[in-house]
């Protein structure tokens, strides 16, 4: 080979392999620092293309289930409301019925239709304090609920109509346990036999309700974790793989720094034929 101090062929070879390394070892450290193998279009098109299609229905789903979540939590608090209305339901029952003897005294029945209008009344504070971010459904006007359960338009949905319990609160409301004998009582057991058919029918709606909520609210969240898996397949970098080829790139960048170093050295033995 013709030596030349203008031309140092095995200097540009070296080069070029350094930058060969170099670049390939700028890839493998981004792989490491971010995680993926494919970050942007520049690195996979198709692959990139498919993932961003992918986290585009991941999103969705997360719609989904933010107003899964919010249609459960607005449903918990009417049960958790009704299941109150319920028990105290079983209570007037029991008032009403000890005010039906009409043996009792005077002073008794008073007693009794006093803690009877105490009940009355706090059913008719849990019914206007059963709200939820603005959604009462049991109130005078009830609200309804409905939730997505896919991100897709037009897709069907979960309803749960209201029930309206404040109507019960005012029809116990008109009643009292007072008078000589039982029959105002017996008056008050058949509104309160009516109010807990109608507390007991909006239990089992709101129950069965809570239960599509919760059955809908799992399969999303299984949906989108799969989609997940699927997304990390296809852009994930092997960080064990890519972590042995961090190692062998930099030995690589090493020699290919030293063959340069000695690639530039060439062109001064030149001198030696001048001595």
């Not at 101090?5 to 700028?26: E, G, K, M, R």
């Not at 209570?91 to 008794?108: C, F, I, P, R, Y």
């Not at 105490?118 to 009462?136: H, P, R």
């Not at 030293?258 to 530039?264: H, K, R, T």
């Amino acid at each position: 080979m013709a030596f030349s101090v203008n031309t140092n062929a095995q200097a540009f070879i070296a080069l070029q392999n350094l930058n060969t390394t170099n670049s390939a070892l700028a890839t493998t450290q981004n792989r490491v620092s971010t995680g993926l193998e494919v970050a942007g279009a520049e690195d996979s098109a198709a692959r990139f293309t498919i993932a961003q299609g992918l986290r585009a229905d991941v999103a969705g789903l997360n719609s989904v289930s933010g107003s899964l979540s919010n249609a459960s939590s607005a449903l918990d608090v009417a049960l958790s409301a009704t299941e109150a209305i319920s028990d105290i339901l079983i209570d007037l029952e029991e008032l009403a019925v000890t005010a039906s003897d009409d043996g009792l005294d005077a002073d008794s029945r008073t007693a009794l239709n006093a803690q009877f209008g105490e009940l009355v009344g706090q059913i008719s504070s849990i019914v206007s304090s059963a709200e939820f971010n603005g959604t009462n459904i049991i109130s005078a006007t009830p609200d309804n609920i409905t939730a997505l359960t896919s991100p897709t338009p037009g897709a069907a949905t979960i309803s749960i109509n209201g029930v309206d319990l404040a109507a019960q609160a005012a029809n116990l409301a008109a009643e009292n346990l007072l008078g000589a004998n039982g029959d105002n009582a017996d008056s008050a057991i058949t509104v309160i036999t009516a109010a807990t058919t109608a507390v007991n029918g909006a239990l089992g709606s709101f129950g069965a309700g809570a239960n599509r909520l919760s059955i809908q609210a799992e399969f999303t969240q299984s949906l989108s974790d799969t989609i997940e898996v699927g997304i990390g397949n296809l852009v994930d970098a092997d960080l064990a793989q890519e972590s042995a080829n961090l190692q062998a790139l930099q030995v690589q960048q090493q020699l290919g720094l030293s063959a340069l170093s000695i690639a530039n050295q060439a062109p001064s033995a030149i001198l030696s034929l001048f001595g």
